[in-house]
């Protein structure tokens, strides 16, 4: 399907996305959208973003055995994968 609007950018660099677009891609308030370039010009989709874990299952029991054996604490998520990584 193609489908042209237009919209005019503000002096912050923000854009309306026109109503008929948003139907189309069933944007709603807080919808997330992902702009990707091409050679063609700007692609604009909706996306979704899901949190993953810095650690796999292994590491957290691990970690998890660490913390109920020695009560150690680490005061970034780096410092506590390069521990588990060094077992």
């Not at 700007?42 to 660490?66: D, F, G, H, M, N």
């Not at 913390?67 to 150690?72: D, M, P």
Request: net charge positive; charged share 30%; with cysteine.
């Amino acid at each position: 399907m193609d489908y042209t609007e237009t919209a005019k950018m503000t002096s912050k660099g923000q854009v309306t996305i026109p109503l008929t677009i948003r139907e189309i891609l069933e944007l709603e308030p807080g919808s997330t959208v992902m702009f990707k370039v091409t050679e063609r010009g700007v692609v604009l989709s909706p996306c979704e973003i899901v949190e993953k874990s810095p650690y796999t299952a292994k590491e957290w029991r691990q970690i998890e055995r660490l913390v109920a054996e020695k009560g150690k604490v680490y005061k970034t998520s780096g410092a506590a994968k390069k521990y588990v990584e060094s077992l």
